[in-house]
């Protein structure tokens, strides 16, 4: 399905409210955290098809189990069928998916005693998991590739006989999801600590019974901040959010306010609002924190017309697709000039943007919810639109829901 985008050539959205999904980051954990302990319940969880496929695997009994797209459903599930004794497992997902890497994973749960070997090729899913009761608890592993294998082994860390400690080795990437993994645990009264660069989960083998209510989706929320400095005034609410967020993207309410966009909180809700007369300079931000939110900003770029220059992606490499080769590629055919490295991205100042533009979306839900909100400058057509569903199923209705005009082609 592809989708033709436009508005209005004056675009303003006039005290609008959305509701989000919630985050599918913490939906996940929670997920997992409730397989194995039952008696928590979960509220506002994401609707996400990342969401569902972990939901599916962690009730259903099967040998071989599909988790297609989704990065943390894989790296979670890894973990927790290696310590779910006597019970083997085939975890595999699309073709992406067998090319994303989960070597040190892997090699970290058979120094815990884990057997583990890969159906295809080395290094990557599909993989047979064949759980064991683990007793060892130090391990050393790299943690300057995804911070979702570190997730992985804190999440289960509580039901080994010994906890966890994991020492981990170069720079940390992606922190703030491990102090949401962190965080999770903690709301559960299980203990842990995160000192340099060493982390301790201690052992709990029940939890008191507690609903543990999600945040809305941060990510998803990104597409909104960018709406809004691109509109030509906009205000809009949505729910449910704090400002004090366990989701690393939180950090969207500093950096859009260097792009014109002040946010407020109240009752759970947060106010974006267009400033109007903003003086419009060159970005220069570091994302390791927030690889997520990359693209979001880099378009948001291109239709203010700024240049920007973005750091710490090393990770876009290794996600749905290359996301920095996707946007250099996509860039380029609105006109603009862009070049990346392994982990950063340039944008140049440029006025003008080409219209009618294809963007291909790579099986990546992100290229396709970034460039949306060009639609304000130009009418842009989004290839595949349907691969929203991956974090945000009711994207397409919920602009609808800001007037903008969407056809199929
Ligand atoms: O733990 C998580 O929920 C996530 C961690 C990040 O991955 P990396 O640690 O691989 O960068 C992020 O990009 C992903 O969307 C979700
Ligand atoms: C990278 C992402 O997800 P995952 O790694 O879980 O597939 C994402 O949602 O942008």
Known sequence: MNLKLSTNSIFTIDDSQLNITGSKSETNRLLLLKALFPNITLANTSNSDDSEVMQKALAGNDEIVDIHHAGTAMRFLTAYFS????????????????????????????????????EKEEGYPPIRIKGKKVTASKVNLAA?????????????ASKLDNGLELTLEGEITSIPYIKMTLALLNDLDIK????????????????ESKEMV???????????????ALADAAKITLSSYKENSLQGDSELVSLYEKMGVKTTFQ????????????????????????????????????GLGIGCHLTGLHTLKIKETDRLEALKVELTK?????????????????EKINHDVHIATYNDHRMAMAFAPLAIKVPIIIDDAEVVSKSYPDFWNDLKALNFQISEL
Do not use: H
Not at 192 to 207: Q, R
Not at 334 to 350: C, P, Q
């Open 83 to 118: 310590v779910n004794e006597g019970r083997e497992v085939v975890l595999t997902g699309s073709s992406r998916m067998q090319e994303r890497p989960i070597k040190i994973l892997v090699d970290t749960l058979r120094q815990l005693g884990v057997e583990i070997s890969y």
């Open 144 to 156: 300057n590739v995804s911070s979702q294998y570190i997730s992985a082994l804190l999440l289960v």
């Open 267 to 302: 009752n759970n809700k947060m106010t974006l609002e267009k400033v109007s007369g903003f003086n419009y300079e060159d970005i220069n931000f570091e994302l390791n924190n927030t690889p997520d939110i990359a693209q979001t900003i880099v378009v948001t770029c291109l």
């Open 334 to 350: 609105l006109g603009a000039n862009i070049s990346v490295t392994n982990d950063s991205l340039t944008l140049e100042r440029s």
């Open 214 to 228: 999600v945040e809305s989706d941060w990510s998803s929320a990104s597409y909104f901040f960018s709406l809004v």
């Open 192 to 207: 842990t600590s995160f000192e340099g660069n060493v982390i301790k989960v201690y052992p709990k083998e029940t939890v």
